[in-house]
């Protein structure tokens, strides 16, 4: 290697490790601070759920998730699941998924209604969390048709 390779590469290590001492300070998660991280992991600015469900009809397997109220708690907390209704004009694949308890690790319980069909639930879902994002629980509720 002579002198210029070897110039040209310090070069380039100098300047990316300034871009991520540069870039610590932008994502979320990453701070000079005493209480921050010190695992040196880089962590993303996405907001990711706690819980992820597929609503499906039991008998057809055809997403459900559109008409369906979810309700989220823990403890004192309690938040309704975001609305597939919404999301299913953009994106009809997602029409079968709810997502809540976004960035909020604790343990949990889930309630799902939607006319015509029997009620769903679940308890005791424990969402954990790393330095930087809580760990996604993905569910299955197939919704039976009431009679």
């Excluded at 310090?10 to 010190?38: E, F, K, N, R």
């Excluded at 907390?77 to 029409?95: H, I």
């Excluded at 079968?96 to 029997?118: D, H, I, N, Q, T």
């Excluded at 879902?125 to 330095?131: F, G, M």
Aim: glycine share 8%; with cysteine; proline share 5%.
């Amino acid at each position: 290697m002579d002198r210029f390779s070897r110039i040209r590469s310090g070069t380039v290590i100098v300047v990316c490790a300034v871009m991520a001492v540069a870039c610590c300070g932008v994502l979320h998660g990453c701070s000079t601070d005493a209480t921050a991280p010190t695992s040196g992991r880089l962590c993303t600015a996405q907001f990711v759920p706690g819980i992820s469900i597929r609503v499906v009809d039991a008998e057809t397997g055809l997403p459900a998730a559109c008409g369906t109220i979810a309700v989220v708690t823990a403890g004192t907390y309690s938040a309704a699941m975001d609305d597939a209704c919404e999301l299913s004009r953009s994106w009809p694949q997602e029409s079968a998924w709810l997502w809540g308890a976004w960035e909020r690790p604790g343990v949990y319980a889930v309630s799902l209604e939607r006319p015509g069909y029997r009620p769903w639930s679940r308890a005791g879902l424990v969402v954990t969390a790393d330095e930087c994002h809580v760990q996604t629980i993905e569910l299955e509720a197939r919704l039976e048709r009431a009679e």
